[in-house]
């Protein structure tokens, strides 16, 4: 998106920059998004299917890259890494 109007849709190998993705990150990412988007739904009481996260950078260069959650296209909360990472999860929780 460029001022919030769709420009393109890309993969998760297109945000890496890579053509195939020979260390699958992919596949390790896909998962822990998965389960993420479905703690988010438990806890805001939202069905898994009416969440977005939007991936956003504020400069060309990228410096720095925010996540946010939307629910139908309303804001629901950012997404920190201190929320991905809250104390007492696991990873084992994350990635099933």
Same mark, same amino acid.
């Given at each position: 998106? #460029?001022?919030? #109007?769709?420009?393109?849709?890309?993969?998760?190998?297109?945000?890496?920059?890579?053509?195939?993705?020979?260390?699958?990150?992919?596949?390790?990412?896909?998962?822990?998004?998965?389960?993420? *988007?479905?703690?988010?739904?438990?806890?805001? &009481? *939202?069905?898994?299917?009416? *969440?977005?996260?939007?991936i956003f950078t504020e400069t060309d260069e990228c410096k720095s890259v925010s996540l946010y959650a939307y629910n139908n296209?309303? #804001?629901?909360?950012?997404?920190?890494? &201190?929320?991905?990472?809250?104390?007492?999860?696991?990873? #084992?929780?994350?990635?099933?």
């Open positions: 998106m #460029k001022k919030y #109007k769709p420009v393109n849709q890309l993969t998760f190998n297109d945000i890496l920059g890579v053509t195939f993705d020979f260390k699958s990150r992919e596949a390790l990412a896909t998962p822990f998004m998965q389960n993420a *988007i479905l703690r988010l739904s438990e806890e805001k &009481e *939202i069905k898994p299917q009416d *969440i977005q996260i939007m296209g309303k #804001k629901i909360q950012p997404v920190s890494f &201190e929320w991905l990472f809250q104390e007492g999860l696991e990873m #084992k929780d994350l990635i099933q």
